[in-house]
């Protein structure tokens, strides 16, 4: 069983910067890969950073914004948010996969807004 928890998210405004962290507890899972997920409303979610051991991929929209990182002492990993826009506003979600299964967090909200 792998367990995720985000934090981090909020309101900013346009321009400003967020951290996101995710807590992961595999409990002797091997997570392969880990990333970052987000739904707008009356949209599909879809892949915003995503991270297998030292190979990163990000979505068009956010290359240059968003970086994502993993502490493996911490057991983190997190997305850092810079240069915010209206656009960005959704519910993140912290993913991670096993060989065998897909782990989700409940989702933390990020509102970008003026």
């Known amino acids: 069983q792998v367990q995720l928890v985000e934090s981090g998210g909020g309101l900013v405004q346009p321009g400003g910067s967020l951290r996101l962290s995710c807590a992961t507890s595999s409990r002797g899972f091997r997570i392969y890969a880990m990333g970052w997920y987000r739904q707008a409303p009356g949209k599909q979610r879809e892949l915003v950073a995503l991270m297998a051991g030292t190979i990163t991929n990000y979505a068009d929209s956010v290359k240059g914004r968003f970086t994502i990182s993993r502490d493996n002492a911490k057991n983190t990993v997190e997305l850092q948010m810079n240069s915010l826009k209206p656009d960005d506003t959704a519910l993140y979600y912290c993913?991670?996969?096993?060989?065998?299964?897909?782990?989700w967090g409940q989702g933390t909200q990020v509102t970008v807004s003026s």
């Open positions: 993913h991670a996969r096993t060989t065998t299964a897909n782990y």
